[in-house]
C-alpha cells in the first residue's frame, strides 16, 4: 500500500544517527534507509481510512480521499481531526484551491499541534498566501518560519526577497537574496533565485551588476530557456546602457546557439537589433522558426553574394525548405549545389550532411540504386560524418528489401568496421544473420546472431539477436506482482559488486542540509520543490552505488516512484549479471492494481503498459510536456478529449490527466486501440501511439511484410523509431525484472 510521507513513520534526525553509527556499512542484514522526520502528525489516526484516503489520492482519486479526511475531521478524536486537516490543506493547495487551503490550515494551526507540526504549517501558509497575492500574510507566515530555523529557510527567503521587492525594498531583497545564494542549493533553484537577483540590481538602479548576472546566467543558467532568456536581457540591458558592442555579443550567441527561441524572433523584428544582425544568422533564426518562404529569401541572398563557404551552407539550407514543400527535384538540385560547393572549399562535415539528405530524398523518391550509391559515398568522401555508420545501413537495408541478400550482407560488415558502439554492432550482425537467412546459410545466420546476442548491454538488436535464437515465444505473464523488493539480497549483491557501504558517508550524505531541505519540503506539501531537491542530490550522490541506493530506497518508501527509478538507474543496469531484485528498482511495477486493470481490459501485458510509461513520464505522474501532454502515459488533450469521449466521460478536463487512474485508463485505452487496428502488432501499435495511426499504415505498407524489424527499419521518424525501440527494450527488462525470462530477451513474431 501506498503511504503518505506525511504520517510520521520516520524516525526523528537524532535517532537517525544513532542507527547508523550503531549498524554500521559492513553488517549483511538489510538496513532500511531512514531518513529525517518531516515533523508532520503522528498521533494514531484510523489506519483503515487514513491509509485508504492517501492511497486514494496517491492513485488520482481526489475526492474519494478528500470525502474520507473530511470525515476523519467532522467525526474523528482530535488527533484525527488534526490529521485530516493537515492533509486536506496540503491537497487543497497541490490542487491549486488556494483559498480553502488558508482557511483549513489555519483551522490546522489552532489545533494542539506540535512544534514541528506548526514548523511546517507556516512553511505551507506563507507559500499558500505568496502564491495567492496576499503579501501581509505570506510574510507574516515566512518570517516565522525563517524564526524557526527550518531546513528550508532558503526557499522562504527567497520569498521574502521578492516580497521585498514588490513593496520597493530593492536593497533589502538584493541582500536576501546573495546571503541564500551562498548556500548550495539546485541549479535550477540557484537560477532563478540568480535571474531575480539580477531584476531586483536592475530596478534599484544597479545596471553594471544587472548586466554581469544576466551574462552570466547566459552560459551557466540549469536551462536552455533560462540561457537564452538572460542572453536577451542582457542585450536589452547593455544597448539602454549604451554599450552596443556589448549588446551584440550577446545578441549574437543567442541567434547562433538559440535560434528556436522566441527571442530570437522578436529580435529579427526589433528597429535596435535588425540593422545589425548579419545574413546568416537571420536566415538561421528564420530557418530554424519554420519562415519558410523569408529564409528561402535569406539563403538565396547568401548564394548570390557569391561566398563558397557560407554558399554550401545555404544551398544545403534551400535543399531542406524544397523538402518541405514537397519540390524533392529542387531539393536534389540544391543538396548537389552544396556538395559541390563544400567540396571545393574542402568542407567535409557540410558534404556529409548534405548527401545524407539526398540520399533520403532518393530513397523516398523509390530511386534505390541512387540512394545506395549516394549512403555508400558518406563512407567514401566524408567518414568522420556523424551519418556514416547510419548511411551504410541504410544502404544494406535498401539491398536486403530488393532481396540482395548477397549485397546486403557485404555492406553490413563493412559497417561493423566503422560501427564504435554495441548497439551499432548489435545491429549490424542482427541483419547480416537476416541476410544470411535469405541466402539459406543457416550456418552464417545463427553465427551473426549469437555475436549479436553476446554483446553486455540490453540494446534492442541484442535483445532481437536472443529472442531470434529462443526456442518460445515471448511471455506476457499475468498480473504484476506487489511483493517488496528483498533488500537484504540487493544489499549482498552492492556488496559483492561495489565493496562495503562507507558508514561515515552515509551518515554525512542523509544528515546533509540538502536531504534535510528535501525531507521538510515534502513534509510540508511542497512536492515540486522537494522533488528538485531530490534530483539535485541524484546528481551529488552520482557515481556512488551505496548512496544512489539509500537515496532511492527512501524515495520509494515516500511514495516519490520517478526519482525512485533514477536514481536506481543511475547504479544498475539490466545485465545478465544484476539480480532481477535489483533490476526492478530501477524499473518498477508502480500503481499495480490499475496497471493490471487496465492492461486486461484493453488485452495486452501489463508490462508493455509499464514499459511504455517508463519512456513516457519515468513514472512522474506530474509530467507535462512543451507540446502539453501529460501524465503517466503524456496523452496530448486532443487525443485525450476524444478518448474521454470513446469512454463515456463527459465531465472530464485535461488537467485529469495527472491523475495516476486517469492517465493510465486513456493511455491503456488508446495503446488497445492501435493494438487492435494493426493487427495484434505491437511494434506498429507503439508507432502508433508516438507517431500516429495514420503513419503507423504507411510504414506498414512501406515495410511489406509481417516481418517487425523490417517494418521497424521502415519508420522514416527518427524519434518514433527510437520511441518503438526504447519500449520494447523496456519490455524486455521489465519480464527479466519479474521473473518472467531468464535473461532481457525479446522474441517478436
Known amino acids: ?246 549588446a551584440l555579443a550577446s545578441l549574437q550567441t543567442l541567434l547562433a546557439v538559440y535560434p528556436g527561441h522566441e527571442r530570437a524572433a522578436e529580435a529579427l523584428d526589433d528597429p535596435r537589433f535588425a540593422p545589425n544582425i548579419v545574413i546568416g544568422s537571420r536566415a538561421l533564426v528564420l530557418f530554424t522558426q519554420r519562415s ?63 548527401l545524407w539528405d539526398k540520399a533520403t530524398v532518393l530513397e523516398l523518391l523509390g530511386r534505390t540504386d541512387e540512394a545506395v550509391g549516394t549512403y555508400n559515398a558518406i563512407a567514401d568522401t566524408a567518414p568522420s560524418s556523424e551519418h556514416t555508420s547510419e548511411a551504410v545501413f541504410r544502404a544494406g537495408m535498401l539491398r536486403y ?138 546528481e551529488d550522490a552520482a557515481g556512488n552505488s551505496w548512496l544512489l541506493y539509500r537515496l532511492s530506497r527512501a524515495a520509494s518508501d515516500e511514495g516519490l516512484r520517478s526519482i525512485a527509478a533514477r536514481a536506481a538507474a543511475r547504479f544498475i543496469t539490466a545485465s545478465n549479471g544484476t539480480p532481477p531484485q535489483a533490476i526492478a528498482l530501477a524499473y518498477p511495477a508502480v500503481y499495480p492494481e490499475i496497471v493490471n486493470e487496465q492492461a486486461t481490459q484493453n488485452k495486452f501485458s501489463p508490462f508493455l503498459l509499464l514499459a511504455l510509461v517508463r519512456q513516457e513520464s519515468f513514472y512522474d505522474a506530474r509530467a507535462v510536456s512543451p507540446a502539453n501532454a501529460s501524465g503517466l502515459t503524456q496523452v496530448i488533450p486532443e487525443t485525450a478529449q476524444a478518448i474521454a469521449e470513446a469512454l463515456g466521460e463527459k465531465d472530464f478536463r485535461i488537467s485529469d490527466l495527472l491523475r495516476p487512474k486517469v492517465s493510465l485508463r486513456f493511455g491503456a485505452h488508446y495503446l488497445g486501440e492501435q493494438v487492435q487496428m494493426l493487427g495484434g502488432n505491437i511494434p506498429a501499435a507503439l508507432a502508433a501511439y508516438n507517431g500516429g495511426p495514420g503513419n503507423a499504415t504507411r510504414w506498414q505498407e512501406a515495410a511489406a511484410t509481417a516481418d517487425p524489424d523490417v517494418f521497424l527499419e521502415s519508420i522514416d521518424f527518427s524519434e518514433t523509431r527510437s520511441y518503438v525501440e526504447l519500449v520494447l527494450e523496456n519490455y524486455a527488462v521489465y519480464l527479466y525484472a519479474y521473473g518472467l525470462t531468464s535473461q532481457p530477451i525479446l522474441p517478436l513474431g
Open 1 to 246: 500500500m501506498t503511504k503518505s510521507f506525511s504520517c510520521g513513520r520516520l524516525v526523528a534526525s537524532t535517532l537517525l544517527v544513532i542507527a547508523i553509527c550503531a549498524c554500521g556499512g559492513n553488517s549483511p542484514k538489510s538496513t532500511p534507509t531512514r531518513i529525517p522526520s518531516s515533523g508532520a502528525p503522528s498521533d494514531s489516526a484510523p489506519a483503515e481510512d487514513l491509509e485508504r484516503a492517501a492511497q486514494l489520492y496517491d492513485e488520482g482519486a481526489v475526492e474519494e480521499a478528500t470525502a474520507i479526511y473530511n470525515r476523519a475531521i467532522q467525526q474523528g478524536n482530535e488527533a484525527q481531526r488534526r490529521q485530516g486537516l493537515w492533509a486536506l490543506a496540503k491537497i487543497q493547495y497541490q490542487q491549486g484551491d488556494n483559498t480553502a487551503a488558508e482557511s483549513t490550515i489555519d483551522s490546522y494551526l489552532t489545533s494542539n499541534v506540535t512544534p514541528a507540526e506548526e514548523r511546517l504549517a507556516l512553511l505551507l501558509k506563507g507559500t499558500i498566501h505568496y502564491a495567492s497575492g496576499d503579501d501581509g500574510e505570506a510574510e507574516q507566515a515566512l518570517n516565522s518560519y525563517v524564526g524557526t530555523g527550518g531546513p528550508a529557510t532558503a526557499y522562504a527567503e527567497l520569498r521574502l526577497a521578492d516580497l521585498s521587492a514588490r513593496h520597493d525594498q530593492k536593497d533589502q531583497a538584493i541582500e536576501t537574496t546573495t546571503e541564500v545564494l551562498r548556500e548550495p542549493l539546485p541549479a535550477s533553484v540557484a537560477s532563478n533565485a540568480r535571474l531575480s537577483l539580477a531584476r531586483y540590481y536592475k530596478d534599484a538602479g544597479d545596471s553594471a551588476s544587472a548586466l554581469q548576472t544576466y551574462e552570466l546566467l547566459g552560459s551557466e543558467a540549469a536551462t536552455r530557456n533560462d540561457r537564452a532568456e538572460a542572453l536577451w536581457l542582457a542585450a536589452n540591458l547593455a544597448w539602454d546602457s549604451g554599450d552596443e558592442s556589448r
Open 292 to 354: 519558410n518562404v523569408d529564409a528561402e529569401s535569406a539563403y538565396r541572398a547568401i548564394v548570390d553574394a557569391g561566398d563558397p563557404a557560407p554558399a554550401a551552407d545555404a544551398h544545403y539550407h534551400l535543399g531542406i525548405l524544397a523538402e518541405r514543400a514537397s519540390n524533392y527535384d529542387q531539393a536534389l538540385a540544391e543538396y548537389d549545389a552544396s556538395i559541390a560547393t563544400a567540396s571545393g572549399s574542402q568542407q567535409t562535415a557540410t558534404i556529409g550532411q548534405a
Open 401 to 538: 528489401k530488393q532481396g540482395r541478400g548477397a549485397d546486403a550482407r557485404a555492406i553490413w560488415s563493412r559497417q561493423r568496421s566503422l560501427a564504435s558502439e554495441e548497439a551499432e554492432q548489435a545491429r549490424a550482425y542482427f541483419w547480416s544473420a537476416k541476410a544470411a537467412r535469405m541466402l539459406g546459410d543457416q550456418a552464417s545466420a545463427g553465427q551473426d546472431l549469437s555475436t549479436a546476442a553476446t554483446l553486455s548491454g540490453v540494446d534492442y538488436y541484442t535483445l532481437r539477436a536472443r529472442g531470434e535464437l529462443a526456442s518460445s515465444d515471448l511471455p506476457t505473464g499475468g498480473a504484476l506482482p506487489s511483493a517488496a523488493p528483498d533488500w537484504t539480497l540487493i544489499e549482498e549483491w552492492l556488496r559483492a559488486t561495489v565493496g562495503a557501504e562507507d558508514p561515515s558517508a552515509r551518515t554525512t550524505f542523509l544528515t546533509s542540509p540538502a536531504l534535510q531541505r528535501a525531507v521538510e519540503l515534502l513534509g510540508a506539501g511542497l512536492r515540486a520543490d522537494a522533488e528538485t531537491e531530490f534530483e539535485q542530490l541524484i
